[in-house]
Structures are given as C-alpha cells and as structure tokens.
C-alpha cells in the first residue's frame, strides 16, 4: 500500500513539473504530444501538435518558434528567419518569434540566396529577409534555378527584373521563358526568338518555336524542325519532324543526331548529312565504345543491328537487344558462375562482337554470324 502511494505521488510530482516547464526548455523526446515534421536545416525541425506548428533546434534541445502557427514554411538566412502561416496569411518572423514582414498571401522562394517574392490580393512583389519591399508589384514575378533575373507579368505583357526590383528586360512580350543559360526564349508579334538578360537579340522573331541550347537552338517553323548556330546561322534546314540531339560518344570525330520524318527515325552527322535513312522505329547505342560502329535498331517491331553504312549485320528476328556489349555479358556470367560453364566455345573477346538478345522469350547469347553462344 505504502509503496501505491508512493509512486501515485511520484507520478502527480512529475506531471506538475512537466506542465510547469516553460515551453522553450521543452524537449520533443520527452513529449508524446509533439511529434517532428519537416527536417529545415541539419538542426531546425517542423514540431507539431494537434494541427499547429513551430520549429524545434534539435542542437539545443528546445523549442524555438512556439507551436502556434497553421504552418512553418520554410527557413532561411541560415536559420535566422522563418516563414510562417496563421489565419491564411503567411509572414517572416525571427527566432525570437518577432514579425519582421508584412502579412501576405504567399510566400515564395526565389534561386537568389537574399530575396523572396510576395503575394497578396493576386499581384507580387520581392522582398528581403528583413521584410522590406523591393521594387513595385506585378501581377506576377517568378523565379527560374540558376537565372539571376525573375520574369514578371505586367498587365498581359512579360519582361524581366533583377533581384533589386529593376527591370532589365521591358515589358512587351507575349510569353518569356527564363532557363538557366543567359540564352532567353522570347514571343513578339505570334513569334518565337531568343534574347539575352539585356534584351539584345540572339535569335530573330521569325520561328514558330524555338529550344535553346548550351551551343545551338532546335527551331520550327511550318511544323519542321531544323538547327541554329550560335550565330543565328540555319546549319540544317526546317525539313524534320523531330531533331533528337547529339551523341558525340559513337565517334570522338563527329557528332550525330537522330532525326524522325513522318513516324520513322534516321540518323545525320552535324552537316546533315544522311548517315541512317529515316526507315526506323528505333535506334539505340551501346554504352561500350568498342561497339562503336554497332546500331540496335527496330524495324517493324523486331531488333536487328546495323552499322554507320546502313548495312544489316544481324538480322531483324529479335524481340529485344540489351545495351551493353561484350562488357555487361561478361558481367553477367562472371556474377553467375554456374552459368559460364554453359557458353559453348568460351573464346570470344571483346574484340568481338557478341550481343545478349531475347528470342521466343528468352535470352540468349550470339555473335554476329547468329551462332548461338550461349542458352539458358
């Protein structure tokens, strides 16, 4: 009995302790009620109770933003402040829970490192950890990763400003389209070019679409695709209905590109020259370059190989061609050593060309004359 009493005591003489202890001297691991959220930085964590929220320094053991707000947004400045939410309205406080903004609809982050942009009554504007606003509202500002200028809408017209609020590109186009080079993809007049972040044109308003490239800019115009230098000098003419890129991995001397007319792929160099008629559904490279002169390509829904003259060497029999060469078999049989023991005449090298292929549902091994190397 003595002992009941004791303990009831106890446990009264704890919970008071506990519901007396301020809320910052709080630890979250003692606390069944409080759970943690969203991991901000390698110490501030989202805390949660019930449906409020604050942020708990896991460094220190306690609780740094009450658990007040409808949400904890973010954090930034290195943790010094914290975007937060209550009664639908979102503000920046500091770690002593002291407002440093206005109230506004949203808060959004920017790719700058010092200012965030703002929202209120559908229009936005950029302001600073401090809260202080830059520059005047827009009707809409947005930020794209690795650019150092936002595009911003005014009216029904797009420019673009700098993190001051400045405009560096004016307002008079239909659509701006800011990616992470300083080659800008614009819309005048139902026409697509390019400009840089001073609103000098790279690329004239002349073009029905345009994609913009580290060295050259894939371009439409009547629904075909064609390529432009970086000196805005068409090299390969509005003639394809697909322009797939370079893979300058098949041959360190040239580059290629896949190119599709109608529904069928072929193959070009840089000067448009035909490498692979467009009579394909497919063409995939392997990743070993000494399979380099090698093309798997499907034609009529089966695989086959060919090479850069267009010349079958194995025929188009096969369900499916693996990438990978000599390289991946090697691999394969060397992590399944019962299997090796079943590849006939084990004297193939990676000089040679064999090919892991799937026929009436399996894999087997051949080489280019279709001989049948291995089975499982």
């Given at each position: 009995?003595?002992?009941?009493?004791?303990?009831?005591?106890?446990?009264?003489?704890?919970?008071?302790?506990?519901?007396?202890?301020?809320?910052?001297?709080?630890?979250?691991?003692?606390?069944?009620?409080?759970?943690?959220?969203?991991?901000?930085?390698?110490?501030?964590?989202?805390?949660?109770?019930?449906?409020?929220?604050?942020?708990?320094?896991?460094?220190?053991?306690?609780?740094?933003?009450?658990?007040?707000?409808?949400?904890?947004?973010?954090?930034?400045?290195?943790g010094?402040?914290?975007?937060?939410?209550?009664?639908?309205?979102?503000?920046?406080?500091?770690?002593?829970?002291?407002?440093v903004?206005?109230?506004?609809?949203?808060?959004?982050?920017?790719?700058?490192?010092?200012?965030?942009?703002?929202?209120?009554?559908?229009?936005?504007?950029?302001?600073?950890?401090?809260?202080?606003?830059?520059?005047?509202?827009?009707?809409?500002?947005?930020?794209?990763?690795?650019?150092?200028?936002?595009?911003?809408?005014?009216?029904?017209?797009?420019?673009?400003?700098?993190?001051?609020?400045?405009i560096?590109?004016?307002?008079?186009?239909?659509?701006?389209?800011?990616?992470?080079?300083?080659?800008?993809?614009?819309?005048?007049?139902?026409?697509?070019?390019?400009?840089?972040?001073n609103?000098?044109?790279?690329?004239?308003?002349?073009?029905?679409?345009?994609?913009?490239?580290?060295?050259?800019?894939?371009?439409?115009?009547?629904?075909?695709?064609?390529?432009?230098?970086?000196?805005?000098?068409?090299i390969?003419?509005?003639?394809?209905d697909?322009?797939?890129?370079?893979?300058?991995k098949?041959?360190?001397?040239?580059?290629?590109?896949?190119?599709?007319?109608?529904?069928?792929?072929?193959?070009?160099?840089?000067?448009?020259?035909?490498?692979?008629?467009?009579?394909?559904?497919?063409?995939?490279?392997?990743?070993?370059?000494?399979?380099?002169?090698?093309?798997?390509?499907?034609?009529?829904?089966?695989?086959?190989?060919?090479?850069?003259?267009?010349?079958?060497?194995?025929?188009?029999?096969?369900?499916?061609?693996?990438?990978?060469?000599?390289?991946?078999?090697?691999?394969?049989?060397?992590?399944?050593?019962?299997?090796?023991?079943?590849?006939?005449?084990?004297?193939?090298?990676?000089?040679?060309?064999?090919?892991?292929?799937?026929?009436n549902?399996?894999?087997?091994?051949?080489?280019?004359?279709?001989?049948?190397?291995?089975?499982?």
């Amino acid at each position: 009995m003595r002992t009941t009493v004791l303990f009831l005591f106890l446990f009264i003489y704890n919970l008071s302790l506990a519901q007396n202890k301020p809320a910052n001297e709080l630890t979250i691991r003692n606390d069944p009620e409080q759970r943690l959220g969203t991991c901000f930085s390698n110490s501030l964590w989202g805390i949660q109770e019930g449906k409020k929220y604050g942020l708990y320094d896991d460094k220190n053991k306690k609780i740094v933003i009450p658990v007040q707000y409808d949400n904890v947004i973010a954090v930034y400045d290195n943790g010094k402040i914290v975007s937060v939410e209550a009664d639908k309205k979102s503000f920046l406080v500091d770690l002593q829970n002291k407002p440093v903004s206005k109230k506004y609809d949203g808060i959004r982050s920017t790719s700058s490192l010092s200012t965030l942009i703002a929202e209120k009554d559908n229009k936005s504007i950029l302001i600073d950890f401090n809260g202080k606003e830059k520059g005047p509202w827009y009707d809409k500002i947005d930020s794209t990763y690795g650019s150092e200028i936002l595009m911003a809408q005014s009216n029904t017209l797009y420019g673009a400003i700098d993190l001051n609020g400045t405009i560096k590109i004016p307002f008079k186009y239909q659509s701006i389209e800011l990616g992470s080079s300083k080659k800008i993809k614009a819309q005048l007049n139902n026409q697509w070019g390019v400009i840089d972040e001073n609103n000098k044109v790279l690329v004239d308003f002349k073009y029905d679409d345009i994609e913009p490239r580290s060295d050259e800019y894939i371009v439409t115009k009547n629904r075909k695709k064609g390529v432009l230098d970086n000196k805005n000098k068409l090299i390969i003419d509005c003639v394809y209905d697909g322009i797939y890129g370079t893979s300058d991995k098949l041959d360190k001397h040239s580059k290629y590109r896949q190119v599709k007319l109608e529904d069928k792929i072929g193959l070009i160099d840089s000067t448009a020259n035909t490498i692979i008629p467009a009579e394909y559904e497919n063409l995939n490279f392997f990743e070993d370059l000494k399979f380099n002169k090698r093309i798997m390509a499907l034609k009529n829904n089966k695989w086959g190989i060919i090479d850069f003259d267009n010349k079958v060497i194995v025929p188009f029999e096969y369900e499916k061609i693996k990438r990978g060469g000599y390289s991946e078999i090697i691999e394969y049989l060397n992590a399944v050593p019962t299997e090796k023991s079943k590849v006939k005449n084990w004297s193939f090298n990676e000089n040679d060309f064999v090919y892991f292929v799937k026929s009436n549902g399996e894999y087997i091994i051949i080489n280019e004359k279709q001989k049948v190397l291995y089975k499982k």
